[in-house]
């Protein structure tokens, strides 16, 4: 990595230096259990990967902002949007695309098989009860696409006495945001029940008068969601389970030609059964069966013009088995994935049979961790995938790690199949093949009493990139970066700071990826006292290109968002944000809109 490099003990030194010594003594915070990263229940502390968690509280204080803002907001990863709320948006994962990265409901894949998205527009941050964050590459965990991560959300849970929860708020732009909810629990079940409903006049998608797809009106956003899961425990060591999440959005867009009105209507949906059944002492059986479904349908002028339909159905058969020394991962999955159209797909089906194996443990010092996946798809054939990372505890406070592996991204329908609907420029190509990937990186962890400091370095190396119109493999690109990150709870603070470097090029034209930054920095501090709770958050984006040729810049900016929280009562909380204080003009996407400076005011009800 000769382009950045950065001398990561020296790194770690001076961000530790630069906390005071005061706040080592502050009590320790809970270490979470994280099962994206290994898919077995692990302590963070005890991982050898690039991970982040965003609990109920973070995600309480988010506001009027949407899930894509908030996980643009973490590590290694970066955003843009084609307008405001509902809009077509997408992430990038330590510079992988988002059709590079998998997007994951309660285990259960979610995404489009015609786009290769997932609509992140449609989940509510409402309906969320935390997230994981996986940076670098899980394909010999979870299969196709997952070269940059993978982002696992988890729907609300219910346990204790039986609880009603509710939310409601108002801001700029005529926006509603409200929730309601119950759940509970005992030893033998668990239940919960949420329903949301989210809607903003928005403002125009396009602000650019002289592009033809300009239209001066509004464009708003209107959703309705629902979760809801269901755990019994006939016996200790058993559990059946079932979870769902139903989403129903309707946004509307500027296109050409001219047109008064044009909608997306989509709807998404996740639906999962699960029995988790302890065989011995020693072994432990999962079995799910899932579906997810993306409903995408284009109205003009109340007339509908088209349509798409995904499916993806997926059986799942994991077995996790304790050894004398560490523990063994078995696993079988098929995935089916379907499509429907107003416009006729040469295939429209395909199948993924997959086997995987693991082993992660350890000894004194030394933790280990190897996968090895083989996924055989009925369009491409089989693909193997692995990875191995080898991490050493130095002393109680720092711990380092090393790690390879391989990924692949499967093109997507679209890609291989879309019809000549808009002349052969933009019809699929069949004879694509996937995307591939191998990555190495290094990093260093110190924590200590809350306090935690983090530097990674990587190099991601990805052939066969499909680009161009037509669509072909031609090209490769390196992905090569180090992200810095400090987080902390002392006394009655609480902040982190992160700092990403990012170098995203195309080998053959040593162009930089398009709507990627080179540097970027998020920062959040909230102080409690009392029945109050004050905080703010601040970003800083670096320049960037809209296009693979970098004719077309994108000015870097700045973001600074504020928040405040009341506690009325023991349940009762006020709360208002302001996002974009400075009402800041910024572009992620060349001609589209952003919010500028708005406010967000409500009522929350949530028993503790």
Known sequence: ????????????????????????????????????ATRQATRVSDLMADVTVIGKEEIEQAGQTTLEQLLARQPGIQYTANGGPGTNSSLFIRGASQ???????????????????????????????????????????????????????????????????????????????????????????????????????????????KNSSYNRDSDGYRN????????????????????????????????SPKARDYKNDQDVAAYGISSRNRITDIWSSTLRISRSTDKA??????????????????YVWQNDIKLPVGTALLATEYL??????????????????SLLAGWTGGFGNHSLQANLRRDDNSQFGGKTTGTATYGYQIDTAWRAHVAYGTAFRAPTFNELYFPNTFGALYAGNPNLKPENSRNTEA???????????????????????????????????????????????????????????????DDDTGNRLPRRADKQMSSHLSHHFGKWTLGGEWQLVGMRYDDAKNTTELGGYGLLN??????????????????????????????YATPGASIFVGIRYVPR
């Open 336 to 353: 089916k994935q379907s499509v429907s159209s107003s416009t006729n797909f040469a295939v429209n089906e395909r199948t993924i049979r």
């Open 224 to 255: 309705n969601s629902l979760t809801g899961s269901l755990s019994l425990r006939p016996q200790q060591g058993h559990e059946i389970s079932a979870n769902f999440l139903v989403s129903d959005g309707t946004s509307r867009y500027d296109s």
């Open 443 to 505: 990093g260093i962890t110190w924590e200590r009493n809350g306090q935690n400091v983090s530097v990674v370095q990587y190099h991601n190396k990805v052939d066969d990139l499909i680009i161009g119109y037509p669509l072909k493999n031609v090209s490769s690109a390196t992905l090569e970066g180090t992200t810095l990150s400090y987080s902390g709870n002392f006394a009655a603070w609480s902040g982190g700071i992160s700092v990403d470097l990012l170098r995203a090029r």
């Open 99 to 209: 059709k590079q990265s998998i997007v994951l409901i309660d285990g259960v894949r979610f995404g489009s098989a015609t786009t290769g998205d997932a609509a992140l527009s449609r989940i509510p941050l409402s309906q969320i009860e935390r997230i994981e964050i996986l940076r670098g590459p899980a394909s010999s965990l979870y299969g196709a696409d997952a070269i940059g991560g993978v982002i696992q959300i988890f729907t609300k849970r219910g346990n204790g006495d039986p609880k009603l929860n509710a939310s409601t708020g108002f801001g700029t732009y005529n926006t509603n945001d409200s929730s309601v909810g119950v759940s509970g629990g005992t030893e033998l079940v668990s239940y919960s029940l949420q329903g949301g409903y989210y809607a903003t006049d928005g403002f125009s998608a396009i602000h650019n008068k």
């Open 1 to 36: 990595m000769k382009h950045l490099n950065i001398k990561l003990s020296t790194i770690v030194t001076a961000l530790i230096g630069s906390v005071p010594a005061g706040l080592y003594a502050a009590d320790s915070t809970l270490d979470p259990i994280v099962v994206t």
């Open 562 to 591: 504020l928040i405040a929280d009341y506690r009325l009562e023991k349940d009762w909380i006020l709360f208002a944000r302001a996002n974009n204080v400075f009402d800041k003009y910024y572009e992620t996407a060349n001609n």
């Open 297 to 314: 349908t284009q109205i003009r002028d109340h007339v509908e013009t088209g349509y798409i339909n995904t499916t993806q159905d997926q």
